[in-house]
Every structure is written in structure tokens, then in C-alpha cells.
């Protein structure tokens, strides 16, 4: 007589969100977000800089890096004709702990299986968009299956180990953290070089090195991207605008608009 043996499964893919194969042909900064979902960046060609929740990390072709739920990260690409394929997903498993702060090396057979997962993703999320729902289950199932047959045998496998950071990149990332803990109040530049420890004439240089903006433009564009993301959770253009610091909801839409096309409203209703 058979017996049935149940499966154990580590890793399970539960959601998938959306697969980007993008070629920069010119210099690209990303300012950062955080979400609550996981993300892996492969760079297919060329090389690119992330920060993620206090590390920094150069990566080159062939590599891909991890990030976990609500971990704020960076993107910056430096050299023209980069390849990057994004994917982004939900999982569930005890599995899934082993990519966390993980970079890891593929081989040309994952790479391959990466590529393939990646046009899988972007596929079952346009047949989501136009609400074909039998073509959208039918892609995102063979996409999430073929991710978890990447996923299991990287779970052990050691990633290349990261370059020491300079001081200077040290205290970048120190003055990313204070930013982000920072998000809710309206701070100036002497005040946030003063909570960073340091003089507001070398942050601005620390970011003019290491980013594409100065500091005060970069703390502005993670509020506003904070304030997206609370709008996206459903909160309204008011509590967005008190959450991030700023108590003037006409000053915080005039900003708004002069940073990303939209006002609050218009995003909030994009979204919604």
C-alpha cells in the first residue's frame, strides 16, 4: 500500500509584482525606496553601485543582489551600456532567510533561467494591466515555479564577499540612516550634517561623490518617495504631507508637482 509523503517546501513564491530588463545608456542614479515585497537586481552587463540598509556594494556582471521587505536601498549606475533585470515578489519559507543581505554569483545556466524569469514576470504583469486574468495566472504560475527552482540550490550556496568600505563610503551610508530616521521632520542642512556628525560643507561633498544630487535634494526626494508610499497604502495627501515633515499641504503639493510631474492628487487618484 502507498504511503503519501507530505512535502516540505522551504521556499514559495506567493506573489509577483513586476520583471524590468533595462539597458542605461547613460548615467542613472535611483534615490531609494523600501517596500514589502522582495526585490533581486541582476546585472546582466557593465556594473552598478547599491547601498541596502547600512552596506555598500559594487556588483558586476553576473552578480545579483538580494533585497528584503522594508529594506530602504540605492541604485547607481556609473557605467554607460549597463544591463540590469529586476524582479520583484512575495515569499513565504524559512528558505527565504538566506537571502537576506545576500549577493550572490550565477552561473551562465542561472543566468539564462534568471532571464527567462524576468520575461515571465514582465509578461504576467501586462496581461494583469489589461485584465486578461487566465493568461496573467497561467504566466505568473510557470514564472514563480521556475523562480523557486533558481531560489532552492542558491539558498546554500556563499555569496562573494564585500569590499571593505572607505571612510568616506561609511559615512555615506551613516548619513543615508539618519535621513531615513529623520523622514517626519523638516530639517536643514546644518541641522542634518549636525545629527550626522559632521560639517554641512563635507556632507555636501559626500553626495556630490557618491550620489547624482547634493544632500538637501536628496533628503527632499526620500520624503517624497515616503510620501508616495503612504499615499499608495491609502493614506490621504494631508498625512502624507504631516508624515514627512511638512505642515504646509500647499507648500507640500507645489513640491510635489515640482518633483514628479504630479500633484498629491493627481498621483493619489493614479494610484487609487
Known sequence: MYEIKALHRPIEITGIYTGLDDLHRER???PGEFHDFWEAVLVRSGEMTATADGRLRLLKSGQVLFHKPMEFHTVRVDRVGTRLQIISFTARGEGMKAFEDRCVDLT????ALFGQITAGFASADAHWRAGR?????KESAYAAVLLESLLLPLSDRSGPRSKPLSPSERQ???ALRVMRENL???LSLDELASLCSMSASRLKKLFHGLSDVGAAKFFLR???RRAMELIDGGASVKEAALMTGFRDVNYFSVVF???????PTEYRRSVH
Do not use: H, I, P, S
Request: hydrophobic share 40%; glycine share 4%; proline share 0%.
Open 28 to 30: 542613472f542614479y535611483f
Open 222 to 224: 526620500m520624503k517624497l
Open 133 to 137: 486574468m487566465e493568461d496573467f495566472e
Open 184 to 186: 517626519d521632520r523638516m
Open 172 to 174: 555615506y551610508l551613516d
Open 257 to 263: 508637482k515640482r518633483e514628479t510631474g504630479l500633484t
Open 108 to 111: 551562465d545556466a542561472e543566468l
